[in-house]
């Protein structure tokens, strides 16, 4: 076991990759110089220029050549930078990589990782901080994975790389300096596994990405007053882990979601709707559901705070849910 | 075509062939399409069959393709088996994509053929990773991409083109320009001097050609090849033809003249090499010949295709994607 942060868990997990597999490859925007986080840091002189590739500021082809060079043999990571910089690249992902392998009739697959760091960080407003995991999830053919953990980074993005159809891979930008603990040798992280980072059993939170701290650190609060709150970090969003989510909230008959994307239409909405389709007898509470409201991310912290989920929301929506159903 | 009477008539013989089997595939598509037998929405080539001919004639087998909507002549060129398209046009089982995909998304990767595409310039940046893969993977195979002249004004081209000569990669592109841009005329939409003009401001050399003109556009794209394939990089070849029926099968395309179209019936492409073969010595009964035999050829294709069984519904969720169920919460 080493400490180390999940940036480097990130770096860690490529480097592994690559080695373990000639066919696996990286192109973006400045890998050449460790990409504009680091997480490529010395990469190229490992490696070499022509498997950490150093790309034009063309997101449609940098999306679309992996998605053809994929189809030729080889394993691309795709850097975009931004999870914002994504969706100048979104046909090549929608239309073109995630759909290949069914239209063509399964003569083919598209095995590449689409790497977008996405969340809020520190005033990089509208452009700079957003979390669409949600539009990732609602297609088909997409692998949709959002890890919160230096270990998580590492046994994921491993898994993600060795998957054979497209990886939507979404790290958190406020995440990069986290430090964790990290096993040494081969880590690997199933994909559509959760992890129930905390036991417990007066509610059940489910979240995932950077939310998992801020769910963490509410339930240590509020179990000083009493309530034990289990966390589940689903980690891989599709396939969701419903087998998890639906066995703890039978234990617990209550269910927040917790997510740091706009609420309305948020993949939360996905996972209230399956619990209260499979499991409305059993529950004793309505289910709730914190994320952001529909705003655009500020630059002043002041107006950037608004669209945050903070420790005391996540708190105050727990006690609303375990308080005693007032009689009628 | 003052050379007719040199013709390699092996060869444009046997291109000869390729065209009319071409045209005689789209129109026994086109008449299938008004029985209700081709499901969706088919574009027809009518008209350009010497560019998808005259390019791919000069493709070898593990060469790549990449192709457009208007894509069964490329398709058919790159060496598909007509039964197994006519079977995706009319959606059915044997389909070259089990019926999935349809006209707009035929593809074969046993031939090379790596996709027609429902989104026009989408397949520039898949033709240049497929190049890139290729190179990075040192094989000798090139890939051919093939768009049409609207596609020019997207994106996509820009940094397509830009990649690939940044990365020096082994792609022929292909602007297939048939006047039209779905029902407007592509040059009332574009700037400047067009595809070839664009291409060379990146540093990609261009040539022009009479896209209409098979053995021109053989004897370029066969240079363009042998450049690429000594590791020059890019090419690109404008072909400059013409659309003969609409959009689609279905657009009258009442917006253009008549004797526009008419005029442009007597430069046939098929017609033309024909003349050429004719000239250099092949008989008239052969040349008619080979138009009859392409058309009892896609006949009994489409008699056969029409007879075939549907797709097992349960294909519908197969080929989705490894991890997950697709009937998840849909029922
Ligand atoms: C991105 C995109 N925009 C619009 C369309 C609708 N559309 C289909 S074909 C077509 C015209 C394309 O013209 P061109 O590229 O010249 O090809 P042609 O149809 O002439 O072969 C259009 C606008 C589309 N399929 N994709």
């Known amino acids: ?328 | 075509m003052d050379n007719a009477h040199n013709l390699d008539r092996k060869r444009f013989g046997a291109v000869f062939a390729l065209m009319h089997r071409i045209r005689a595939f789209e129109e026994a598509a086109i008449a299938a399409q008004k029985e209700g037998l081709v499901l969706g929405a088919i574009h027809p080539s009518i008209g350009q069959e010497a560019v998808a001919a005259g390019v791919c004639c000069n493709l070898q087998s593990a060469d790549l393709l990449l192709s457009t909507h208007r894509g069964h002549g490329h398709t058919l060129a790159k060496g598909a088996d007509p039964l197994a398209m006519m079977r995706e046009l009319f959606g059915r089982a044997g389909g070259t994509c089990g019926g999935k995909g349809g006209s707009m998304h035929i593809a074969d990767f046993g031939v090379g053929m790596l996709g027609a595409n429902g989104v026009v310039g989408a397949n520039i940046p898949i033709a240049t990773g497929a190049a890139h893969g290729l190179k990075l993977q040192g094989s000798k195979q090139i890939v051919a991409c093939i768009f049409g002249d609207g596609a020019i004004n997207r994106g996509p081209f820009l940094e397509g083109l830009n990649w690939a000569r940044v990365f020096d990669l082994p792609v022929l592109f292909v602007c297939e320009d048939n006047g039209f841009s779905a029902t407007t005329r592509t040059r009332d939409m574009t700037a400047g001097a067009g595809a070839a003009a664009r291409a060379q401001s990146l540093g990609i050399p261009a040539v022009e050609v009479d896209g209409n003109d098979v053995l021109a556009v053989d004897a370029a794209t066969r240079t363009a090849i042998d450049d690429i394939r000594a590791g020059k990089g890019p090419v690109l070849l404008h072909c400059r033809t013409y659309r003969i029926t609409g959009h689609t099968a279905v657009d009258p395309a009442l917006y253009r003249p008549a004797d526009e179209v008419e005029a442009q019936r007597g430069n046939c492409p098929i017609a033309r090499l024909g003349a050429a073969l004719a000239m250099a010595g092949m008989e008239p009964d052969a040349l008619a010949a080979t138009a009859q035999q392409a058309v009892e050829e896609m006949t009994a294709i489409a008699a056969k295709a029409r007879d075939t069984d549907w797709p097992d519904p349960m294909a519908a969720f197969s080929d989705v994607q490894d991890m997950g169920d697709p009937r998840e919460r849909a029922f």
């Open chain 1, 1 to 328: 076991m080493a400490t180390d942060t999940y940036l480097n868990a990130g770096r860690r997990a490529v480097i592994e990759e690559m080695q373990r597999d000639r066919a696996v490859w990286a192109l973006g925007e400045d890998l050449g110089r460790g990409g504009v986080f680091g997480q490529y840091r010395d990469l190229q002189g490992m490696f070499g220029a022509d498997r950490i590739a150093d790309t034009p500021i063309s997101e449609a082809c940098i999306m679309g050549a992996a998605v053809g060079a994929a189809m030729t043999g080889t394993r691309p990571i795709v850097e975009m930078r931004f999870s914002d910089f994504a969706l100048c690249a979104i046909d090549e992902l929608v239309n073109q990589a995630a759909k290949a392998r069914f239209m063509f009739g399964g003569q083919m697959r598209v095995p590449m990782v689409v790497r977008e760091p996405i969340g809020m960080w520190r005033s990089s407003a509208a452009q700079h901080s957003q979390s669409l995991e949600s539009w990732y999830t609602h297609i088909p053919g997409l692998v949709v994975v959002a890890p919160a953990t230096p270990a998580d980074n590492l046994g994921l993005l491993k898994s993600a790389i060795r998957n054979d159809d497209p990886v939507v891979y979404l790290e958190h930008k406020n995440l990069w300096g986290l430090e964790g603990e990290l096993p040494d040798g081969e880590h690997l992280v199933p994909l559509g596994k959760a992890d129930i980072a905390r036991h417990g059993d007066a509610v059940t939170i489910v979240t995932w990405s950077g939310m998992r701290h801020a769910c963490l650190r509410a339930a240590e609060a509020l179990a000083t007053a009493g309530i034990e709150a289990e966390v589940i970090d689903l980690r891989t969003l599709w396939p969701w882990d419903r087998e998890t989510v639906f066995n703890s909230v039978r234990r617990t008959g209550r269910l927040l979601v917790v997510q740091e994307a706009v609420s309305v239409s948020g993949f939360g909405a996905e996972i209230a709707a399956s619990v209260a389709e499979a499991l409305h007898h059993e529950l004793k509470a309505p289910i709730r559901r914190l994320g952001a409201p529909r705003i655009p991310v500020a630059y002043a912290p002041a107006l950037e705070d608004r669209a945050r989920v903070g420790d005391a929301a996540i708190i105050d929506a727990v006690r609303g849910l375990v308080a005693p159903c007032p009689a009628n």
